[in-house]
């Protein structure tokens, strides 16, 4: 499976940013993660297709939103009031199979990344 996000940019705090990624194949589970400068990679977000569901962490809960076409595998991650806190480079992910609800902010159950798209959010 190739994954192909974008979308990223240099926006001001408080703007909105919307980063699609589209998959060559079709997966069941489909996520975000993001990496700030010299921090570990963080879960953000996740979708099931199978009996739809979404799953985020608690830091952007309330302010992102992942959506999507599993008929066309793509997902986007809807960026609103976006903080400094919130600049990274953000990675889309993606698995065959229904990732189990206790494991789906782990990196290890994703078995396919895009490159990679920054997000760069000024105060």
């Known amino acids: 499976v190739q994954l192909q996000a974008s979308g990223g940019g240099l926006v001001q705090a408080g703007e909105s940013l919307r980063l699609p990624c589209a998959a060559s194949?079709?997966?069941?589970?489909m996520g975000w993660f993001r990496q700030a400068p010299g921090k570990e990679r963080e879960f953000v977000a996740a979708?099931?297709?199978?009996?739809?569901?979404?799953h985020y962490a608690d830091s952007v809960k309330g302010r992102f939103t992942i959506s999507g076409d599993n008929a066309k595998n793509t997902v986007f991650l809807q960026m609103n009031s976006l903080k400094p806190e919130d600049t990274a480079v953000y990675y889309c992910?993606?698995?065959?199979?229904?990732?189990?609800?206790?494991?789906?902010?782990?990196?290890?159950?994703?078995?396919?990344w895009g490159q990679g798209t920054l997000v760069t959010v000024s105060s």
């Open positions: 992910a993606a698995a065959r199979s229904r990732i189990i609800l206790s494991a789906i902010r782990s990196e290890a159950q994703y078995g396919y």
């Open positions: 194949e079709r997966t069941l589970t």
């Open positions: 979708v099931r297709w199978s009996g739809v569901s979404t």
